[in-house]
């Protein structure tokens, strides 16, 4: 590999909204990143996800596209 020319591999902190705070390793130049989500608060990993069918628009698509059985 060539020299000077990698980016430093450095441990920085990553503190998210709610708080919760962890190391990793990192090419960014701070030593510290701030984030707004997390996999601690993040719907998708919590698995509080709320599904928003408005105006019941799965009901008509599976309406529209029902498969004969």
Excluded: W
């Excluded at 960014?28 to 989500?37: C, D, F, G, S, Y």
């Excluded at 998708?44 to 628009?57: E, M, P, V």
Aim: charged letters at 30%; aromatic letters at 10%.
């Amino acid at each position: 590999m060539k020299k000077n020319i990698h980016p430093k591999y450095d441990v920085i902190t990553v503190e998210c909204t709610c708080g919760v705070k962890f190391e990793t390793r990192s090419t960014l130049a701070k030593p510290e990143l701030k984030i707004a989500v997390c996999s601690n608060c993040h719907q998708f990993y919590t698995g509080k996800a709320k599904f928003n069918d408005a105006d019941g628009r799965v009901d008509k698509f599976n309406k529209k596209f029902k498969i004969a059985k």
